[in-house]
């Protein structure tokens, strides 16, 4: 399994542990052994290309630099089987409002590094040597399905339901897309409307207001907006009570107070 790192060059893992970073056109520029007790299953370079972390088997974060020297080795909870940085994976040239267009500080962000487990969880590390990391409990099957947004404030994980799993009998599946923010808090979690196969792929698109899903053989296009809800929907949802609650000057202007919610639809399938 190669991974284009930059412009021309790729990062090999191999089963047997042997790591090879070269060129496409076939140039060698250095090659370690790591760890033959365990199996490499993943490999990603940090936004910065400086340090590679691999993941392994054994439930091993493997940190090397760019030069191939050895800085880490963190021991995780369980098997690692995929992981995703927080970067962007390319750049638009219109983006929601919120996301900040000033290229020149983009070394001073914080990127978060989401590590899929074997046992359905995600660890959420800012660095190799995070010192308070954050675990969340997806209650899926694996492998999970991973991907941030490009704007970098939205963790996609998609999956099969746990409870699932343990009807051996059962052909069908309830597969679900959950979204996560940055710190770790579940967002939104719609169901995935097919349940013959199992989630086998997923990909953001269009600038974020869009999330492609495989099951099997079947893609689904969902569509994903980030929505203001007007204070006068809310109260005929049933928050009258606390609209009663609003200061006066609050209650004067209530048709313009808004709360922000993700709204994800399934448009096809």
């Known amino acids: 399994m190669c991974k284009e790192i930059k412009i021309g060059e790729e990062l090999c893992p191999f089963l047997d542990g ?5 060129s496409v056109a076939g140039q060698r520029y250095w090659s ?31 940190v090397m630099d760019v030069h191939g020297a050895m800085v880490s080795e963190i021991q995780l909870g369980a ?19 919120d996301v900040t267009s ?17 046992d359905g969880n995600i ?21 999970l399905h991973a991907e941030w947004s490009n704007s ?27 979204f996560y923010s940055v710190n770790g808090t579940l967002v939104y979690t719609t169901v995935i409307p097919y349940t013959q196969c199992p989630v086998s792929a997923l990909t953001w698109g269009h600038n974020d207001r869009r999330l492609f899903v495989a099951t099997g053989a079947r893609v689904h296009a969902a569509w994903v907006s980030r929505y203001e809800m007007p204070c006068k929907t809310l109260r005929k949802k049933g928050w009258q009570p606390l609209m009663n ?10 048709f313009q107070i808004k709360c922000s919610k993700y709204l994800c639809k399934i448009l096809n399938k």
């Open 18 to 22: 042997f790591v090879l970073v070269g």
């Open 32 to 62: 370690s052994m790591l760890n033959d007790k365990a199996t490499i299953t993943c490999g990603i370079w940090t936004p910065d290309d400086q340090q590679v972390y691999f993941g392994t088997t054994a439930g091993q974060l493997i």
């Open 79 to 97: 098997g690692v089987t995929s992981m995703a940085w927080s970067a962007e994976k390319f750049t638009m040239e219109e983006g929601d409002d």
């Open 102 to 118: 000033d290229r020149s500080q983009k070394d001073d962000r914080s990127y978060v590094l989401a590590v899929c487990l074997a």
């Open 123 to 143: 660890v959420m590390l800012r660095s190799f040597d995070d010192v308070s990391p954050i675990t969340i409990r997806s209650k899926l099957k694996t492998p």
């Open 152 to 178: 970098r404030k939205l963790l996609a994980i998609a999956g099969t339901k746990e409870s699932d799993v343990l009807q051996s009998n059962s052909q069908e599946y309830t597969n679900l897309l959950k």
């Open 245 to 254: 609650r609003l200061p006066l000057y609050l209650k004067l202007h209530q």
